[in-house]
């Protein structure tokens, strides 16, 4: 047994889930626009009307296709039949045979992707559900039958997104942009710890350059799970845990094109650089109905980093495009190194978020910096009708070790670093100051010594495993 302490955050539980395999967004947004709060029992998979392509009714020919189911097993798998009976070993081993809509069934285990690269890209729009028994009868996928995606810290192994899925360059046969269907990730958990360089292998700070030398590839600088969605298509990413990430951008980042809407629910994010959820816009019009809208329910959110130790970008656990309309409740933003949420000016509306322990800032609007008590009054961009939100101190189980570490941390500022930099009368900075040239200071130390220290997936997970006051994620269980 390992020792237990708690560390003092503001944190929450889960999301809606529902019971078949898909999301009902027309039913979601319903709720969302009544305000009603009640949640309902998690699943092993989130039921669904076919909500591919809803604002235009159809789906193109490509995206129509009817799809097949795949089942794949670290365990027991073997081959790339990828049948119940005859499940493929990984998820990598069998892209290239994957075609529109088929869905895709993981059992537990720990997965590296095809030759230990790290790294598995899609290119049309599936369904990923993990967390299966070996027989893909029984699902846990946060206990018992965790399915782990990771990878290996080698030399030229891939440093892309542990799983990307972007369908917006796929085309019909008349060479016309593909569009409409869903895409779905549902239960796995994403731990970059393993694919991160960490200073002299000590796991106290991570490094962004490779080493040849010692045959050791950067950190890479890429989410656990992106995905970027064509015209009209719907996106769900739920139950899934994302770890040790080490990105400029989102450890989950969602992009949504005309006419689509996301759904992000009952995920928990930390210890993660970047922004640890990051909702984006692929559409530039004017046409109100066509802006992508995103529901983002029932998260958590911790300890999200800059993107280094001097950096003044990243470090909020929720980031928000422009062009986007969200709806964001019931989750916790916590411990983030700038703040809880950024919105560079999206249509928002906020119930019932709990903010914690954030450093700098609970809401960002584009410039404008606030606390939980000021939101309403300050917000330019946000629905006042938007209530229920709070800030306060909770507890929260955090493995002793890794609290020991992340509490002896040493924050750096750009500003100490500027401060500290002595410029020299050397024979180069004069010639520099003759030809209007910026002179040259002397160097200094920038890199932490600890910084995105590594979590393991049980110090980690405690976190996430239950509720304050209805708010944050849950472990997701089946029937």
């Given at each position: ?159 892309t997104p542990r ?38 292998d000590k796991n106290?700070a991570i490094r ?272």
């Amino acid at each position: 047994m390992k020792k237990i302490i708690t560390l003092v955050l503001c944190i929450s539980l889960f999301s809606t889930v529902e019971t078949n395999g898909q999301i009902s967004f027309k039913k979601l947004k319903s709720k969302v626009l009544k305000k009603k709060s009640t949640r309902k029992t998690t699943s092993s998979t989130a039921r669904s009307t076919n909500t591919s392509n809803a604002a235009s009714g159809i789906s193109t020919l490509n995206f129509s296709n009817k799809g097949r189911a795949w089942y794949v097993s670290r365990n027991t798998g073997s081959g790339q039949l990828g049948t119940k009976e005859r499940p493929a070993k990984d998820l990598g081993n069998i892209i290239h045979h994957l075609k529109p809509n088929d869905v895709i069934y993981i059992a537990e285990g720990v997965y590296m992707s095809k030759g230990k690269r790290g790294s598995d890209e899609i290119n049309v729009p599936v369904k990923i559900y993990g967390g299966y028994d070996t027989s893909f009868t029984s699902r846990d996928p946060w206990d018992k039958h965790k399915t782990i995606f990771t990878g290996v810290n080698e030399y030229m192994k891939l440093t892309t997104p542990r799983l990307y899925i972007r369908t917006d360059q796929q085309r019909e046969k008349n060479n016309r942009l593909s569009q409409g269907s869903e895409i779905i990730v549902d239960g796995i958990i994403f731990d970059n710890g393993p694919r991160n360089r960490y200073h002299k292998d000590k796991n106290l700070a991570i490094r962004r350059q490779a080493s040849p030398k010692s045959g050791q590839n950067p950190s890479p600088e890429s989410g656990g799970i992106v995905i970027v969605g064509s015209k009209f298509t719907n996106v769900t990413v739920q139950n899934c845990v994302v770890m040790n990430t080490a990105p400029t951008e989102g450890a989950i980042s969602v992009r949504v094109f005309k006419g689509g809407k996301a759904l992000i629910q009952n995920n928990f994010c930390i210890n993660n650089t970047g922004y640890g959820i990051q909702a984006r816009t692929g559409y530039m019009g004017s046409d109100k109905a066509l802006v992508p809208k995103f529901f983002i329910k029932y998260n958590t959110v911790l300890f999200t980093w800059k993107h280094d130790a001097v950096a003044s970008y990243g470090g909020s656990a929720l980031a928000l495009d422009k062009d986007l309309v969200v709806v964001a409740e019931n989750n916790v933003f916590g411990f983030a190194h700038m703040g809880g949420l950024y919105s560079k000016g999206a249509t928002l509306t906020l119930n019932n978020n709990l903010f914690t322990g954030n450093s700098k800032y609970d809401y960002k609007e584009i410039n404008s910096e606030m606390r939980v008590a000021d939101i309403l009054d300050e917000s330019e961009k946000l629905d006042q009708y938007s209530q229920g939100n709070e800030s306060l101190l909770i507890k929260i189980p955090v493995a002793e070790r890794w609290a020991k570490i992340y509490a002896n941390r040493v924050e750096i500022s750009r500003a100490e670093v500027d401060a500290a930099v002595s410029v020299s009368n050397s024979g180069a900075n004069q010639l520099r100051s003759m030809l209007g040239l910026n002179v040259q200071g002397s160097s200094v130390k920038m890199d932490a010594e600890i910084f995105l220290p590594l979590i393991t997936i049980d110090e980690a997970l405690p976190a996430g495993l239950r509720s304050w006051n209805g708010k944050g994620c849950n472990i997701p269980r089946s029937k």
